[in-house]
């Protein structure tokens, strides 16, 4: 009998179906942290919705028991998959002082978990690459069978810190994957704006690496191509530059306008293609997700959902004079 896509990709039934879950779970979570801050009671969300399949794709493809990622502000797929939970994600959402990231110091989206070796993001964007190139600079030293991911939009591989982190890490040939978002917009510039070549991953020629562009909507297509970029990386063949496509389905963040720089058609085509509808319509075919598997993931979703909200919601704010800590010697 012939194998299927994913079989053939060596991923089990079950593994498909915690790669929906995970996809599925990232956006309940980014859905319910929209309508939180619509009430009032959130401040900000940027929103990872359009993008759940490269996120989870290439985080299956990798070994998260040992591998590092530095994620970018929009990864809630990625930091889910790599184990931080809803009800994390949630104190960090009510900035709350259980909150795994900052305790409450930081804005939503500034990731950073140290028991599941997801590095700490910041605001400036692209300053996650160097940091994902030295911690894969110190894997090749201490030659250790790891590898890093970092992950960043299309936008961001305009900035000094992507030319100077690949340079090194082609240079050196480190085991490090650069995986682009490629969302179609830097915030309201549109992807023509930004970049003179046809794909961020032509790119990859000038620092000595293979680069490759696949559908970022598809995430057995990421998981092919960070799969394959981890066994060149762990074999000391290098680097790899990613470029993912898909598209954001929301505004770029929940303080911004998008109606000012694009059309709402657009959005709505770009919603057919929406990774959460194939996948399901893929497992579907396969006989994988039945109308009941599926009805008891949503009830399963919703349920972790509503107690991580009701928990972060109900948990303390950090004590004032814990905003002196980590600045000032104690």
């Known amino acids: 009998m012939a194998k299927n896509r994913h079989e053939s990709l060596g991923l089990t039934n079950d593994q498909v179906i915690d790669m929906y879950k995970t996809m599925l779970l990232a956006r309940k979570i980014d859905e319910r942290m929209w309508l939180l801050n619509r009430a009032g009671k959130i401040p900000f969300v940027i929103s990872c919705q359009g993008q759940e399949a ?4 290439a985080s299956f493809a990798l070994n998260r028991e040992m591998d ?14 790599f184990g931080m939970t809803a009800k994390e994600l949630m104190l960090s959402a009510f900035a709350k002082a ?6 409450g110091r930081q804005m939503p989206g500034h990731f950073g978990q140290k028991k599941n070796r997801i590095l700490s993001g910041s605001s400036p ?44 890490a082609g240079v050196h040939k480190l085991p490090v994957i650069t995986m682009v978002e490629n969302n ?58 990613i470029e993912a496509v898909s598209y954001r389905l929301t505004a770029h963040s929940s303080d911004d306008d998008d109606s000012q720089y694009r059309e709402s058609e657009e959005v709505e085509e770009a919603k057919k293609k929406d ?41 303390a704010y950090a004590e004032a004079e814990s905003a002196l800590k980590y600045v000032y010697e104690e």
């Open 54 to 57: 490269a996120q989870v794709g």
């Open 68 to 81: 590092y990622v530095a994620p970018y502000y929009r990864d809630m797929g990625v930091v889910l998959a």
């Open 98 to 103: 259980e909150d795994p990231n900052s305790g």
């Open 125 to 168: 964007v692209t300053t996650q690459l160097p940091h994902a190139v030295g911690i894969a600079l110190a894997a090749k030293m201490e030659e250790k069978d790891i590898i890093s991911l970092v992950t960043l939009g299309e936008g961001s591989s305009n900035q000094g810190d992507f030319h100077e982190g690949l340079n090194f």
């Open 184 to 241: 179609k917009y830097a915030i309201s510039v549109p992807m023509e704006r930004q970049i003179a070549s046809e794909n961020v991953s032509d790119r990859a020629q000038g620092y000595g690496m293979p680069g490759l562009t696949v559908d970022g909507n598809d995430p057995l297509a990421v998981y092919e191509a960070v799969h394959e970029a981890r066994e060149r990386a762990t074999k000391g063949e290098g680097p790899t530059l």
């Open 275 to 315: 990774s959460l509808i194939t996948f399901a319509a893929y497992l579907k075919e396969e006989g994988i997700l039945t109308e009941e598997l599926e009805k008891e993931i949503n009830e399963e979703l919703v349920e972790i959902v509503n107690e991580a909200t009701d928990y972060a919601e109900d948990a």
